[in-house]
């Protein structure tokens, strides 16, 4: 059987505009031109179905590029990309039947209320509506979320409560992959671990297949089957959390995947951009 | 569910979503239908003194740029739109023919553009006191059905700009909006216009809607008499759409070729 997805040495490039600080740019009056950036560098990648896969990495290392990349938002200027064997380019429908993709930053219309948003999405990928709203307030609830805030516009809620009705949405699709972007950054820590358990929830009831990128090791640790560490577009391990742990262990007894980031990379996790 | 169905209800999705838009909005809804009430008076009340003929000639005229700016801009503004309420991405990777998401966003444009036309109308008539008596209904309404072909392909063809730069695309459909305007004859013969805009005023399909609805509603023409203009005005429009629709393709695929579409996040 085909894997929920197959990455090969997937590479996206963009062109964005050279900041450059002041002195470069007064002697080299040039470098206000375009220089392209590397986002994601020949990535390799096969994920089984019924996974999940985690992706770490600081910010500005390419996780949310190759997100997009697999959710057909963004074309690659190389490679392949497979979701249960379907090309994301040539068969983007079929892709896009069996996906649903979760962002950082909800993406609601505003002023309309968390139903109208619902019934929106529930239209788009054909789930009754009557059915979508059984579900979605079903999910809500279990978020603690009271049934009746479902009418109240969107940008009443707070942060958490947006992102958990962007889980809601992404879920009530029944997605058979579910592409989460760092879905708990910014969130305070009940929710945080609302949304872990729920993810925890999902694969058990539904093996679907989940891969979830994020910037706190200890979430990635908690809930991921394995992990990539990412890096300046690369892959700079990929394992278990315990066999990317044992790598770097030596002589010390305790060891976190951001012990990990630095004995790989040389670098400082927290002092990234 | 056969795949037809599907789609159409996929269609329904935007119009729905869209007049909910609107409900939510209303305050601006109301000073958008205010304002628009406004100027068509105000443009009428300068032909008082020359007879009921000119008031008719320019409320004509309100009306109808009214009504096809009104299509032109709900579909050339919809990736805007979309784009500043953060849904774009959103949309864009829904399982649905594009085809389907811009035909649901015209249909909107279509019936939202008619239930503000028969609002303003209904102003229109009350204050002027009009007499439609010559008028041929009829014929008005065929004509303007034909000519929202031609205006949605126009404006399909404009959405592409702020798809494919987020920074001055929407500024252009203005530009461009507002150079229809001026060309297409709203409120006097394209005659007066100076000889080197002229020739502009002959690609602009509102040209011709403006001068048969006139015809129609001032001098109750038949139907039989336009019949050119309007084969026309259709030709153009099942040009332009099909037209409209490939270059949106292109365009999306270059926005997700540079990242256009959407960076942050
Ligand atoms: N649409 C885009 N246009 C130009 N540059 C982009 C775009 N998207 C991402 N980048 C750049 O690519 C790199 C990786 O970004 P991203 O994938 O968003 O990282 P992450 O999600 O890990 O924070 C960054 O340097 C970012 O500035
Ligand atoms: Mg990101």
């Given at each position: 059987?085909?894997?929920?997805?197959?990455?090969?040495?997937?590479?996206?490039?963009?062109?964005?505009?050279?900041?450059?600080?002041?002195?470069?740019?007064?002697?080299?009056?040039?470098?206000?031109?375009?220089?392209?950036?590397?986002?994601?560098?020949?990535?390799?990648?096969?994920?089984p179905k019924g996974e999940i896969f985690g992706i770490v990495g600081p910010n500005g290392s390419g996780k949310s590029t190759l997100v997009r990349l697999i959710s057909t938002l963004l074309l690659p200027d190389i490679?392949?990309?497979?979701?249960?064997?379907?090309?994301?380019?040539?068969?983007?429908?079929?892709?896009?039947?069996?996906?649903?993709?979760?962002?950082?930053?909800?993406?609601?219309?505003?002023?309309?209320?968390?139903?109208?948003?619902?019934?929106?999405?529930?239209?788009?990928?054909?789930?009754?509506?009557?059915?979508?709203?059984?579900?979605?307030?079903?999910?809500?609830?279990?978020?603690?979320?009271?049934?009746?805030?479902?009418?109240?516009?969107?940008?009443?809620?707070?942060?958490?409560?947006?992102?958990?009705?962007?889980?809601?949405?992404?879920?009530?699709?029944?997605?058979?992959?579910?592409?989460?972007?760092?879905?708990?950054?910014?969130?305070?820590?009940?929710?945080?671990?609302?949304?872990?358990?729920?993810?925890?929830?999902?694969?058990?009831?539904?093996?679907?297949?989940?891969?979830?990128?994020?910037?706190?090791?200890?979430?990635?640790?908690?809930?991921?089957?394995?992990?990539?560490?990412?890096?300046?577009?690369?892959?700079?391990?990929?394992?278990?959390?315990?066999?990317?742990?044992?790598?770097?262990?030596?002589?010390?007894?305790?060891?976190?995947?951001?012990?990990?980031?630095?004995?790989?990379?040389?670098?400082?996790?927290?002092?990234?951009? | 569910?056969?795949?037809?169905?599907?789609?159409?209800?996929?269609?329904?999705?935007?119009?729905?979503?869209?007049?909910?838009?609107?409900?939510?909005?209303?305050?601006?809804?109301?000073?958008?239908?205010?304002?628009?009430?406004?100027?068509?008076?105000?443009?009428?009340?300068?032909?008082?003194?020359?007879?009921?003929?000119?008031?008719?000639?320019?409320?004509?005229?309100?009306?109808?740029?009214?009504?096809?700016?009104?299509?032109?801009?709900?579909?050339?503004?919809?990736?805007?739109?979309?784009?500043?309420?953060?849904?774009?991405?959103?949309?864009?990777?829904?399982?649905?023919?594009?085809?389907?998401?811009?035909?649901?966003?015209?249909?909107?444009?279509?019936?939202?553009?008619?239930?503000?036309?028969?609002?303003?109308?209904?102003?229109?008539?009350?204050?002027?006191?009009?007499?439609?008596?010559?008028?041929?209904?009829?014929?008005?309404?065929?004509?303007?059905?034909?000519?929202?072909?031609?205006?949605?392909?126009?404006?399909?063809?404009?959405?592409?700009?702020?798809?494919?730069?987020?920074?001055?695309?929407?500024?252009?459909?203005?530009?461009?909006?507002?150079?229809?305007?001026?060309?297409?004859?709203?409120?006097?013969?394209?005659?007066?216009?100076?000889?080197?805009?002229?020739?502009?005023?002959?690609?602009?399909?509102?040209?011709?809607?403006?001068?048969?609805?006139?015809?129609?509603?001032?001098?109750?023409?038949?139907?039989?008499?336009?019949?050119?203009?309007?084969?026309?005005?259709?030709?153009?429009?099942?040009?332009?759409?099909?037209?409209?629709?490939?270059?949106?393709?292109?365009?999306?695929?270059?926005?997700?070729?540079?990242?256009?579409?959407?960076?942050?996040?």
């Amino acid at each position: 059987m085909s894997p929920a997805i197959r990455c090969r040495e997937i590479t996206k490039f963009f062109w964005v505009k050279n900041s450059g600080n002041g002195i470069k740019k007064r002697l080299l009056p040039l470098s206000g031109k375009k220089k392209m950036l590397t986002a994601v560098n020949a990535l390799d990648l096969e994920v089984p179905k019924g996974e999940i896969f985690g992706i770490v990495g600081p910010n500005g290392s390419g996780k949310s590029t190759l997100v997009r990349l697999i959710s057909t938002l963004l074309l690659p200027d190389i490679g392949q990309i497979e979701v249960f064997g379907h090309d994301v380019v040539k068969q983007r429908l079929r892709v896009r039947r069996m996906i649903n993709r979760v962002s950082v930053d909800a993406a609601f219309f505003k002023k309309l209320s968390c139903w109208e948003n619902l019934s929106y999405a529930a239209r788009l990928y054909g789930v009754p509506v009557r059915e979508a709203r059984e579900k979605a307030v079903e999910i809500l609830e279990r978020f603690g979320f009271h049934g009746d805030r479902i009418n109240q516009p969107m940008e009443n809620l707070s942060r958490g409560m947006q992102q958990m009705v962007a889980i809601a949405r992404a879920y009530f699709t029944a997605p058979i992959l579910l592409l989460l972007d760092e879905p708990t950054t910014g969130l305070d820590p009940k929710s945080k671990r609302q949304v872990q358990e729920f993810v925890l929830q999902v694969r058990e009831n539904h093996d679907s297949t989940v891969l979830i990128t994020t910037h706190d090791m200890d979430e990635a640790d908690r809930i991921c089957d394995r992990v990539a560490i990412i890096d300046r577009g690369r892959f700079v391990a990929l394992d278990t959390p315990e066999n990317l742990k044992s790598q770097v262990r030596g002589e010390r007894k305790e060891v976190s995947l951001e012990d990990v980031f630095m004995e790989l990379t040389g670098r400082d996790w927290e002092n990234e951009e | 569910m056969s795949q037809a169905t599907a789609e159409m209800k996929s269609l329904y999705a935007f119009v729905e979503r869209n007049f909910n838009l609107v409900k939510r909005y209303l305050g601006w809804e109301i000073v958008f239908m205010v304002y628009n009430i406004v100027n068509a008076l105000t443009i009428g009340f300068i032909g008082v003194t020359q007879g009921k003929e000119t008031v008719l000639y320019l409320v004509v005229g309100a009306m109808i740029w009214g009504f096809l700016s009104i299509l032109f801009h709900e579909v050339s503004e919809s990736v805007s739109w979309e784009r500043w309420e953060g849904t774009i991405e959103y949309t864009f990777m829904a399982p649905v023919h594009r085809f389907t998401h811009l035909a649901g966003m015209c249909l909107y444009a279509i019936i939202y553009g008619i239930i503000r036309t028969i609002v303003l109308l209904g102003a229109v008539v009350i204050f002027f006191s009009l007499s439609l008596e010559n008028a041929n209904f009829l014929a008005a309404l065929v004509i303007l059905v034909v000519s929202s072909f031609s205006f949605i392909g126009l404006g399909l063809i404009a959405a592409v700009l702020p798809l494919m730069s987020p920074e001055k695309g929407s500024q252009a459909t203005h530009i461009f909006q507002a150079l229809l305007l001026l060309i297409s004859g709203v409120y006097y013969e394209t005659s007066i216009l100076p000889s080197w805009i002229r020739p502009l005023s002959v690609v602009s399909p509102a040209t011709y809607t403006l001068r048969s609805m006139r015809a129609a509603l001032l001098e109750g023409r038949p139907l039989a008499e336009m019949l050119g203009t309007l084969l026309f005005l259709l030709a153009t429009g099942f040009l332009l759409i099909p037209l409209g629709v490939f270059i949106f393709h292109q365009a999306e695929i270059y926005a997700k070729k540079s990242g256009k579409l959407k960076r942050s996040g």
